[in-house]
């Protein structure tokens, strides 16, 4: 904290949360994960209390109809996005990130060559997808999940375009969930309406700066490979 940086985390834990908001560190809001359970086992192994995993084979009978339904109508819809590599996307994404109004951490080459070349022994290159509108998502496995690391759709249609490539991918994979970040009610309602399901609570960033320099944002735009949920 002597350094004049920025520090970011996010999700701390209560103590941790505690103590940090103690030093000086100050919370932000952000996006939303939302996850499509490819097997609903796994989500709800993540939802019930251990002491109640017994119910788990009888609440998936109940609910996995409903997922079902909804997958099948993913994976047959004709998607007009393409596989390519980050480096197809970058300007993609350098054009996205000057759209950004809300503070970010920057993606620049340095960082995606660092972050998506993939880390040996660990996790995978991080794969593109884009259509000829200008929208694009970067994604890969990282098992039980199947990450969308950061994305750009226009409207619903271009959502259900890309889901739809995915979804095929993340069952080639043998991944049991699709997740991501929504950051805004806009793509929380689109993905909703395909069946994704948001986390109760925004993602909570907690920073610290000599100079205050996040105190009176609203919001940080957030991507998965901005946490260290798999890093």
Known sequence: MKRDVISLGNNASPRADRLMLKLGFRPIPSGRSMVFPLDVEHLLKW???????????????LIQPYFAIKKKLLKQKESDFNVCAWEDIFNLLEHRQGEINSPQILHDCDFMKWRATGFENFSQRIN???????????????????????????????????????????????ASTLQLVANNNEEV????????????NMERIIHYSKDNILVRADKLYFTLYDTDLNL
Do not use: Q
């Open 189 to 200: 309602k689109w993905l909703s309406s395909l069946g994704f399901i948001k986390s109760r």
């Open 47 to 61: 939802i019930v209390p251990s002491k109640f995993n017994y119910s788990i084979p009888f609440l998936s009978k």
């Open 128 to 174: 593109a997808s884009k259509n000829h509108d200008g929208s694009f998502a970067l994604h890969n496995v990282f098992l039980p999940y199947y990450n969308i690391y950061e994305w750009y759709c226009k409207d619903l249609t271009e959502v259900k375009s890309m889901i739809a490539l995915l979804i095929n991918l993340a069952i080639k994979t043998k």
